[in-house]
């Protein structure tokens, strides 16, 4: 089975905390280490953001009703 997987490529401006960007450097760093291939930024965000609207009844069920 062939799966097409169609990329837009979107600039995010966005502002983090300091804080947060010395923990997504170390998260990259190990996330690198232990699936042995190289984690980028992208990555991550499109993981967490998938992950937002995946877990938010609320957004799925407004979804839904637009639909």
């Given at each position: 089975m062939l799966q097409i997987t169609r990329l837009n490529h979107v600039k995010i401006n966005a502002r983090i905390l300091d804080s947060t960007d010395e923990?997504?450097?170390?998260?990259?760093?190990?996330?690198?280490?232990?699936?042995?291939?190289?984690i980028t930024n992208d990555d991550v965000i499109d993981y967490a953001?998938?992950?937002?609207?995946?877990?938010?009844?609320?957004?799925r069920g407004w979804l839904k009703r637009m639909a």
């Open positions: 923990k997504l450097k170390k998260y990259l760093q190990f996330a690198t280490v232990q699936m042995d291939t190289k953001l998938n992950l937002l609207f995946e877990r938010d009844s609320a957004f």
